[in-house]
């Protein structure tokens, strides 16, 4: 089971990027995926999760920038990240479980990728 995020890189303020997390070993359709971000000395924080009965859900002070999205036949999961701002540099991470969550996001993850960092800024 292994899950490989990618599609970080250095982006200026008011630009976009699309991070994916694809899986092996197991298929996503099945599992709730989870985004997060840890930033330079702050805790590890959600994002986002596309969990296996379709739902979403966001971190509040990301509704309307981010949005998560899940294909199946690609066994892949995106993130796409709208208007970054500075503050969004940080490794994102992707998460699995497969555990379905009917109320929000997973309360942990079994699995985990490795990090891509996005980095905003000018």
């Known amino acids: 089971v292994q899950l490989q995020a990618s599609g970080g890189g250095l982006v200026q303020p008011g630009g976009s990027l699309r991070l994916s997390c694809a899986a092996s070993g197991f298929s996503l359709r099945f599992y709730d995926i989870g985004w997060f971000r840890q930033a330079p000395g702050k805790e590890r924080a959600g994002v986002a999760c596309?969990?296996?009965?379709?739902?979403?859900y966001y971190a509040e002070s990301l509704k309307g920038r981010f949005t998560i999205s899940r294909d199946n036949a690609k066994n892949t999961v995106y993130l796409e990240m709208n208007s970054l701002k500075p503050e969004d540099t940080a490794v994102y991470y992707c998460?699995?479980?497969?555990?379905?969550?009917?109320?929000?996001?997973?309360?942990?993850?079994?699995?985990w990728g490795q990090g891509t960092l996005v980095t905003v800024s000018s």
């Open positions: 596309s969990n296996s009965d379709g739902s979403a």
């Open positions: 998460a699995a479980d497969p555990v379905w969550s009917p109320n929000g996001c997973a309360d942990k993850y079994d699995y």
